[in-house]
């Protein structure tokens, strides 16, 4: 069970995102929100209400970086003059299929031992339809705050200096095993079995399973490697050429 601690970690992420907003600009408080509440926010944890989607830390920063963007920031979006485009229409079609489901579905099932599985309703596709354009918000936010080259650059950078930080925990959890969810959050986010790994560890800190750090692992090693390559002054390149080297693909590679 969650202790009280990830219960405010959820809560307070909306705090810590505004005041991102305040002080960075949309596109860099933006990439905080969302990566800091991957990389920090507990698993598994969730605040339900009645006829709303989950609040998790899938769904909290998402809609904090939403209302950061369009209310807090002053920074303005990026101008598009296709507004009923190829990618409006999916977006549209994604968020509108649950209600198609529901109208292809619209008897109820009866298991084996009497349990009987009601039809979808409407309410099961209006929720289902606010989840999914709930997960599409940072490819929104994205598409809107992150659409030029600095911005992509930017994306990098952010990436790189999360693992410089995130490396300290993984580390930290290949010696003495996957904890600190445990210790900080009360609960194990998964099996402890899939954590053991040829007589040590898989670190996954506070992102649920290692394969999740181990991906965050490898899009922080090709975005060094990108800024290495594309950086001009002197000390920034070393600085790229020490941290694509400090994350594994240069050096010895980190087992995760």
Same mark, same amino acid.
């Given at each position: 069970?969650?202790?009280?601690?990830?219960?405010?970690?959820?809560?307070?992420?909306?705090?810590?995102?505004?005041? =991102?907003?305040?002080?960075?600009?949309?596109?860099?408080?933006?990439?905080?929100?969302?990566?800091?509440?991957?990389?920090?926010?507990?698993?598994?944890?969730?605040?339900?209400?009645?006829?709303? &989607?989950?609040?998790?830390? $899938?769904?909290?920063?998402?809609?904090?970086?939403?209302?950061?963007?369009?209310?807090? +920031?002053?920074?303005?979006?990026?101008?598009?003059?296709?507004?009923?485009?190829?990618?409006?229409?999916?977006? %549209? !079609?994604?968020?509108?299929?649950?209600?198609?489901? $529901?109208?292809?579905?619209?008897?109820? !099932?009866?298991? $084996?031992?009497?349990?009987?599985?009601?039809?979808? +309703?409407? #309410?099961? +596709?209006?929720? %289902?339809? !606010?989840?999914? *354009?709930?997960?599409?918000?940072?490819?929104?936010?994205?598409?809107?705050?992150?659409?030029? +080259?600095?911005?992509?650059?930017?994306? =990098?950078?952010?990436?790189?200096?999360?693992?410089?930080? #995130?490396?300290?925990?993984?580390?930290?959890?290949?010696?003495?095993? &996957?904890? =600190?969810?445990?210790?900080? #959050?009360?609960?194990?986010?998964?099996?402890?079995?899939? *954590?053991?790994?040829?007589?040590?560890?898989?670190?996954?800190?506070?992102?649920?399973?290692?394969?999740?750090?181990?991906? #965050?692992?490898?899009? $922080?090693?090709?975005? %060094?490697?990108?800024?290495?390559?594309?950086?001009?002054?002197?000390?920034?390149? !070393?600085?790229?050429?020490?941290?694509?080297?400090?994350?594994?693909?240069?050096?010895?590679?980190?087992?995760?």
């Amino acid at each position: 069970m969650p202790n009280l601690v990830a219960y405010i970690a959820l809560l307070g992420w909306p705090l810590v995102a505004f005041a =991102l907003y305040f002080l960075l600009p949309a596109s860099r408080a933006t990439l905080w929100t969302i990566l800091g509440a991957q990389l920090l926010l507990p698993v598994g944890t969730a605040i339900k209400f009645d006829m709303v &989607p989950a609040f998790d830390k $899938a769904s909290i920063p998402n809609l904090a970086a939403m209302i950061g963007c369009l209310v807090i +920031s002053k920074t303005r979006a990026a101008v598009r003059q296709n507004r009923t485009g190829l990618f409006e229409i999916l977006v %549209a !079609i994604y968020v509108c299929s649950p209600f198609v489901t $529901a109208t292809s579905n619209p008897d109820p !099932i009866v298991l $084996a031992n009497g349990v009987v599985l009601p039809a979808q +309703s409407f #309410y099961d +596709s209006f929720s %289902a339809a !606010i989840s999914q *354009a709930m997960f599409l918000i940072p490819l929104l936010l994205g598409r809107a705050f992150l659409a030029g +080259s600095d911005d992509i650059e930017q994306v =990098l950078r952010v990436f790189v200096t999360g693992m410089l930080a #995130y490396s300290l925990l993984l580390l930290f959890e290949i010696r003495m095993s &996957p904890q =600190l969810h445990v210790w900080i #959050y009360g609960y194990a986010s998964s099996d402890f079995v899939q *954590a053991m790994r040829d007589g040590g560890f898989r670190p996954m800190v506070f992102m649920g399973h290692g394969l999740s750090a181990a991906l #965050y692992l490898m899009m $922080a090693v090709v975005s %060094a490697t990108a800024l290495w390559k594309i950086e001009t002054g002197r000390s920034k390149r !070393i600085f790229a050429g020490q941290a694509d080297r400090y994350v594994g693909l240069r050096g010895e590679p980190c087992r995760v």
